[in-house]
């Protein structure tokens, strides 16, 4: 007959402390993690919902800076590069930006990455770089400092700029959505428009 947990050595009631202890911990990082993946999945959900205006439009076709400073051009940009299987080049401007922040201690490790990501002969996502200064990132990503992709992130900026920009202001993309704010303007004269119904005319072409 089991005469309770009193009759138990020291040291089993302190493993089942320490296990009981362990789970907890796990179950509340476990717990963490379900509250992160949600807040991730609902930022997303919002930023998908979001529609570019009229202003924001107008001001792509203006200058590639204006595309690629602002979130929502870089998204529709990057869109548009993706039917063009270049995508890779508005992730690597974007890996860069992000690595001018990182602090001293990760520099090290996120310049490999974004280096065997991005920028070494036959990277999972290789962006189109010269000779030289593919092998210059090299050296510079061996001494690494926040500025060993500068130069390398220039080049594919100019690369978008000179390149896939002008396509992009021809193309079937930008030419809807600007359709699609002068139909939702004249119709919004004519009736008596909700903000739900633009957003819903507008995401048809996004």
């Not at 717990?31 to 998908?48: G, I, P, Y």
């Not at 001293?104 to 490999?112: Q, S, W």
Request: net charge positive.
């Amino acid at each position: 007959m089991c005469k309770g947990l009193a009759t138990l050595p020291a040291t089993c009631l302190k493993s089942a402390k320490d296990i009981k202890h362990k789970i907890n911990i796990f179950l509340q990082r476990q717990e963490s993690q379900e509250v992160d993946q949600k807040q991730t999945d609902e930022k997303n959900e919002e930023a998908a919902k979001r529609v570019p205006t009229a202003a924001e439009v107008e001001k792509w076709k203006e200058s590639f800076s204006f595309v690629i400073n602002c979130e929502m051009g870089r998204n529709v940009f990057t869109s548009f590069l993706r039917s063009e299987f270049s995508q890779e080049n508005m992730q690597f401007w974007v890996a860069c930006e992000d690595f001018k922040n990182t602090s001293v201690c990760k520099l090290e490790k996120k310049a490999k990455f974004i280096y065997q990501q991005y920028v070494a002969v036959d990277s999972p996502n290789e962006v189109n770089l010269d000779a030289g200064t593919r092998e210059e990132t090299r050296q510079k990503v061996m001494s690494v400092s926040h500025s060993c992709f500068d130069e390398a992130q220039r080049r594919i900026y100019i690369l978008m700029e000179k390149d896939s920009y002008r396509r992009f202001l021809h193309s079937k993309l930008i030419h809807d959505l600007s359709q699609a704010h002068t139909s939702v303007v004249r119709k919004k004269q004519n009736t008596n428009y909700s903000t739900t119904d633009i957003r819903e005319e507008l995401a048809r072409v996004a």
